[in-house]
């Protein structure tokens, strides 16, 4: 069975920092495409980066260039994102995912 | 930055077919793909690569392109087919981008 679990959410302070993981298992990870994804409450979905299968090419949406890092580790079937000088309006769930595969997301608040 | 526009939302009643089409420059050369999304749930996948159903999704859930458009078909629509429905595809530098999303009522 295919599992992508998110963890590291939580609340923040504007200006703060989160790194948020997904552990994933039951396909090969390394031959995957991964993506974060975010949802702001009540809101649609938003791509916000993706990282090649051996993690040397990446890709940001435009409002999180510079302040996130996407990163994995295909020895340990991981997916990271280190998330910096965080704002009110990063304020979501945060979903790993594949084309096919999602995990049930992780909700990062950022707020004083 | 690159756009896909779908319509805020699509009535139909039960067995009725629903229509949800979603509009972009890059999609004559980017394939789609459609998103069924239930309330406090993660998406699902419905339709990939333009036209191509998942393994576990009802037949009723079909999917084209042509020239700047990509329509998700639900043909005979259920009550359970009620949700939020999103398209996906890149723009010609490779970055990926949802559409607004749809909500589909079936009643």
């Known amino acids: 069975e295919v599992q992508l679990v998110e963890s590291g959410g939580g609340l923040v302070q504007p200006g703060g920092s989160l790194r948020l993981s997904c552990a994933a298992s039951?396909?090969?990870?390394?031959?995957?495409?991964l993506s974060w994804v975010r949802q702001a409450p009540g809101k649609g979905l938003e791509w916000v980066a993706k990282?090649?299968?051996?993690?040397?090419?990446?890709y940001y949406v435009d409002s999180v260039k510079g302040r996130f890092i996407i990163s994995r580790d295909n020895a340990k079937n991981s997916l990271y994102l280190q998330m910096n000088s965080l704002r009110a309006e990063d304020t979501a769930v945060y979903y790993c995912?594949?084309?096919?595969?999602w995990g049930q997301g992780t909700l990062v608040t950022v707020s004083a | 930055s690159y756009e896909l526009t779908q319509p805020p939302s699509v009535s139909v009643s039960p067995g009725q077919t629903a229509r949800i089409t979603c509009s972009g420059d890059?999609?004559?050369?980017?394939?789609a793909y459609w998103y069924q999304q239930k309330s406090g749930q993660a998406p699902v996948l419905v339709i990939y690569e333009d036209s191509k159903r998942p393994s576990g999704i009802r037949e009723r859930f079909s999917g084209s392109r042509s020239g700047t458009m990509a329509t998700l078909t639900i043909s005979g629509a259920q009550v359970e087919d009620e949700a939020d429905y999103y398209c996906?595809?890149?723009?010609?530098?490779?970055?990926?981008?949802f559409g607004g999303g749809t909500k589909l009522t079936v009643l």
């Open positions: 890059a999609l004559p050369k980017k394939f």
């Open positions: 996906y595809s890149a723009d010609s530098s490779g970055l990926w981008v």
């Open positions: 039951g396909f090969t990870f390394s031959s995957y495409w």
């Open positions: 990282i090649n299968e051996d993690g040397s090419d990446k």
């Open positions: 995912a594949t084309i096919e595969y």
